[in-house]
């Protein structure tokens, strides 16, 4: 008789954006004539820019010809990849990190959801509320928590709560965790943190001997040169993080698929006896067992970035998004709503009008205005009666969203 894996069982609904796309489907099924603007899923819109365009043909051309065909490469990343990040995302920024610390792979959801393959059963999980879903659902995937309770917390994972009571940065827990989630920018509050919030959580992981797991993937987004970029900016931090970045809202690699995590040698962690081991050569393992690497041209393309004019490119998209967020922050404040984030940061949370209901919230937008945000309490209880949007669309149709969410009548 072959056995399910019952702590699939224990998830009590669907992954929040198909439940989303299936409301969204049904509700275009049913009003075909309705112009309906997507603006919850945080994929982007704009192309490939030129400089990455022209490498990723490159890239397939050598594998249409005898003398530069590739096959199976490194399943780490290639050397030029893996020295281009090392070079440009850290070293030009006074971090010492090596292309040997830099794991290349087809996404961060991947990552931060398989990083916990390599740390024991029994370690207890600290993440933030709300917070990508991603961190939640594979800790209770892994088998590490209890059943979920009439709060929408499981058992066993330690939550800290991000409200505006806080400042949407969570609070130091009292109960001692192993491995902590943080996401700055963060997703979905756009809230960032500052060189001081990052070396408190470092100085509690190394008191604490805990492993902080930090989704940077919209690092890329931060204009505020006071904002640390990586976790690694911060002294210590090599010792206890491990870092994950991608290129999805980087350089609009969503459809393209390329990422990396990062993984100094300093860092370890302990077996059950309490000796320390490296983690580095376990994640290595891991990668190389599980993984084949991304492939050839897209990490050529992935390279382009790193040029002076792939930067350029790259910048002007970013910068695009961010007018974007401001857009929609200004407008939606003229509306009424309490805005957060938007500014370093692709994303923009908004408290709902009369306390409502997030998913409520959420079936208005879409069946008055023909809007579609991601309901807050698909991050966690603490997004309760918040609502995402997106900053990845196309300038007319936020220009639009903006003035029929403003005609809403509650």
């Known amino acids: 008789m072959a056995l399910i894996n019952e702590n699939y069982l224990k998830l009590k609904a669907g992954y929040l954006f198909p439940e989303i796309g299936r409301r969204v489907r049904e509700y275009t099924q049913a009003n075909p004539d309705k112009k309906v603007i997507r603006m919850g899923i945080g994929d982007v819109t704009q192309p490939l820019v030129p400089s990455v365009l022209?490498?990723?043909?490159?890239?397939?051309?050598?594998?249409?010809?005898?003398?530069?065909?590739?096959?199976?490469?490194?399943?780490?990343?290639?050397?030029?990849?893996r020295e281009a990040i090392a070079v440009n995302d850290y070293q030009a920024r006074g971090v010492d990190i090596?292309?040997?610390?830099?794991?290349?792979?087809?996404?961060?959801?991947?990552?931060?959801?398989?990083?916990?393959?390599?740390?024991?059963q029994n370690n207890k999980i600290a993440i933030c509320d709300p917070v990508y879903p991603v961190y939640a659902d594979t800790t209770v995937m892994s088998g590490k928590t209890g059943v979920c309770l009439d709060n929408g917390y499981f058992e066993g994972i330690i939550y800290m709560p991000c409200t505006d009571d806080n400042g949407f940065v969570p609070e130091l827990p009292s109960e001692r965790p192993d491995l902590i989630f943080l996401c700055f920018p963060n997703n979905p509050t756009g809230t960032v943190a500052s060189k001081e919030v990052l070396k408190k959580w470092v100085d509690y992981a190394i008191a604490n001997k805990s492993?902080?797991?930090?989704?940077?993937?919209?690092e890329a987004f931060i204009t505020d040169e006071s904002i640390p970029h990586s976790i690694y900016e911060i002294e210590g931090a090599k010792k206890v993080a491990i870092e994950f970045r991608s290129f999805s809202k980087t350089a609009g690699f969503t459809g393209t698929r390329c990422a990396f995590t990062v993984i100094p040698e300093e860092l370890v962690a302990y077996d059950s006896n309490g000796q320390a081991h490296p983690v580095k050569?376990?994640?290595?393992?891991?990668?190389?067992?599980?993984?084949?690497?991304?492939?050839?041209?897209?990490q050529k393309a992935a390279a382009a970035i790193y040029t002076e004019q792939g930067r350029k490119e790259v910048k002007e998209v970013i910068a695009y998004y961010l007018e974007n967020a401001r857009i929609m922050r200004e407008s939606l404040t003229k509306a009424g709503y309490m805005?957060?984030?938007?500014v370093n940061a692709p994303y923009v949370w908004v408290k709902t009008k009369n306390g409502m209901k997030s998913w409520d919230f959420f079936d208005k937008l879409l069946n008055e205005a023909n809007v579609v945000g991601t309901p807050g309490s698909g991050f966690g209880p603490s997004g309760e009666g918040y609502f995402r949007f997106s900053a990845?669309?196309?300038?007319?149709?936020?220009?639009?969203?903006?003035?029929?969410i403003k005609n809403l009548t509650f």
């Open 54 to 81: 022209k490498a990723f043909h490159e890239g397939v051309e050598e594998l249409g010809n005898a003398t530069t065909f590739k096959g199976y490469g490194p399943e780490q990343g290639y050397d030029f990849l």
């Open 98 to 120: 090596k292309a040997d610390d830099i794991f290349v792979s087809d996404g961060s959801k991947c990552d931060t959801g398989n990083i916990q393959e390599i740390f024991g």
């Open 211 to 218: 492993v902080i797991l930090y989704d940077a993937a919209y």
């Open 392 to 404: 990845f669309a196309d300038r007319d149709n936020v220009y639009d969203a903006m003035e029929r």
């Open 281 to 298: 050569p376990l994640w290595t393992r891991r990668h190389t067992t599980k993984f084949n690497g991304v492939s050839y041209p897209v």
């Open 339 to 342: 805005v957060y984030g938007g």
